[in-house]
């Protein structure tokens, strides 16, 4: 079965300092990769996937992903943190193929907080 | 958020009450989905319709009760719930249920308080 991972509950940076927001899977096929940020009160904005092609994949806001079959992960990141950054993410993955459900399978979110 | 629209955006209702959550996308997709967000815990998939027709159903509990009129309408009836039912509520589209490259778009939600 298709799951994902987010180790983290709280990632904490400094505004201007690069972050990093982790995220594992496992799925029997191709995964497809998917980031979500959501606002206090709001609804889940989508950021940024990856299907297939480069691995280095990039989304709105200046966030970047990179995909590593190897070690199946697919790490949020961005070059310099924002307060406005300060937010909770979520991974999800759907596998490629065929099978009884295509559902989107969503961790369990990591809450990003970025000092002034 | 004018792609996706949930109204209301807060509820409060008893246990004996019945209500309707109702959500619009604007956006010309196939499917439409309800998720419900409890504090600590993975999005929960509740109910999907592609076509107006309903393809998942994850053993959700009767109180909870979802209609599709149309492709751009997605309501969720709600009756006789318990105080675990509070949490909030999702409704999200995507272009095409069977075409997993798509993304899915989300309403602001409903936050619904159960007393």
């Known amino acids: 079965a298709q799951s994902v991972a987010q180790p983290e509950d709280q990632v904490n940076v400094a505004e201007g300092n690069p972050l990093t927001v982790k995220c594992t899977y496992s799925?029997?096929?191709?995964?497809?990769l998917f980031w979500y940020v959501q606002y206090p009160n709001r609804g889940l904005q989508f950021l940024l996937k990856?299907?297939?092609?480069?691995?280095l994949v990039k989304g709105s806001y200046g966030f970047e992903a990179e995909f590593n079959k190897s070690q199946t992960s697919f790490h949020l990141k961005k070059p310099s943190a924002l307060v406005s950054d300060s937010a909770l993410y979520f991974c999800?993955?759907?596998?490629?193929?065929?099978?009884?459900?295509?559902?989107?399978?969503f961790g369990t979110g990591t809450l990003l907080a970025v000092q002034p | 958020e004018t792609g996706v629209t949930q109204t209301p955006r807060h509820l409060v209702m008893g246990m004996t009450n019945k209500k309707s959550l109702k959500c619009e996308q604007h956006?010309?997709?196939?499917?439409m989905y309800w998720y419900k967000q409890s504090a600590k815990k993975p999005l929960e998939l509740m109910f999907v319709?592609?076509?107006?027709?309903?393809?998942e159903n994850n053993s959700v509990p009767s109180r909870f009760s979802p209609e599709c009129p149309n492709s751009s309408h997605l309501f969720l009836h709600l009756h006789t719930l318990q105080p675990e039912d509070s949490a909030l509520y999702l409704c999200?589209?995507?272009?095409?249920?069977?075409?997993?490259?798509?993304?899915?778009?989300f309403g602001p939600g409903t936050r619904l308080t159960v007393t």
């Open positions: 999200a589209s995507s272009q095409d249920f069977s075409d997993r490259t798509y993304e899915q778009y």
């Open positions: 799925v029997s096929g191709n995964p497809y």
């Open positions: 990856y299907i297939t092609g480069d691995n």
């Open positions: 999800a993955v759907r596998e490629d193929y065929g099978g009884a459900t295509n559902k989107l399978i």
């Open positions: 956006l010309g997709h196939n499917a």
């Open positions: 319709y592609s076509l107006e027709e309903r393809v």
